[in-house]
């Protein structure tokens, strides 16, 4: 299982709104096969391993190991539940129970039902955190939530000051790197009219390999023109004029989109955390000071993991 989640990891930013799972084939304490969630719209990741095992007739004595429960419905591809029963694999592991109402226990029952040995629960805590994107649009019917700042020693955001319209980096160029791999990694990026205004950021992948977020700009005083860089055709961007925050979650989940991360300035920022519409801050502490300006949010999180990144410091708070 440990492996599976490992290799699960491969479709993260690609299989969106899918989950990314992972799944291995063994037989006598040998993998055999494996493989991970395609694309959105290519095979699921029990497909994958099935095809990738060269002697088929191996099947009828393995245990296949997923981290999500194996679908049974039919959606872009058929039921991986009935692909496994197909094969006459005789032990499915099962990470986590599918909470999608369109799955939620009906494959686990399918494969019983089918005479199989069916153990669920296996690294439970693990395949739920790697499902975390997925768990959240389906239970809390909105997109997984990442906020995302850089501040300085002080605690701003921004000096009080400027002298020209462009980004005032308080992170080095390996954290901005970073940042532009966890925009590949998400399937939208949010940010408010004074982002736009004094960074004009592109908000794309450039200084990564993977697919550009959907940009969504919240812009209720409409003093956006189209000259601005997050309107070219690099990827698609969504405005947002009078609605809440609430509101564009609800637009955002039946649109399945399902993760977002906010990279707005202080008041966008805060205007998700005054709602509790978050589950994970992201926050660089750089190695500068502006003695005052716009101070970075006001939030209360658990600390979950603490990072440097050459001289920056990279906090990773998740919500209580």
Known sequence: ??????????????TRPNP?????????????????????????????????????????????????????HYGKTPPCSDLIIHHQIPNIVIGCVDDNPEVAGKGIKKLLDAGRNVKVGVLETKCKAHHKRFFTFHNKKRPYIILKWAESVDGFIAPKNRDQLQPVWITNP?????????????QAILVGTNTVIMDNPSLTVRDWTGSNPTRVVLDKNNLLSNDYTIFNTEAETLTFKEQSVTAICDYLFKNNINSVIIEGGSKTLQAFIDKNLWDEARIFKGDILFSEGVSAPNFKGKLIEKHSVLDDKLFIYSNL
Request: proline share 1%; aromatic share 4%; hydrophobic share 40%.
């Open 1 to 14: 299982m440990q492996r599976a989640l490992q290799i699960g990891k491969n479709g993260l930013g690609q």
């Open 20 to 72: 990314m799972v992972g799944s291995v084939i063994v037989v006598n304490n040998r993998i055999i096969g494996e493989g991970y969630t395609s694309k959105y719209g290519g095979n699921h990741a029990e497909v994958n391993a099935i095809n990738s095992v060269i002697d088929k007739s191996l099947l009828k004595q393995a245990t296949i190991y997923v981290t999500l429960e194996p679908c049974s």
């Open 174 to 186: 390996i954290s901005r790197q970073l940042v532009h791999k966890w925009r590949a990694e998400e």
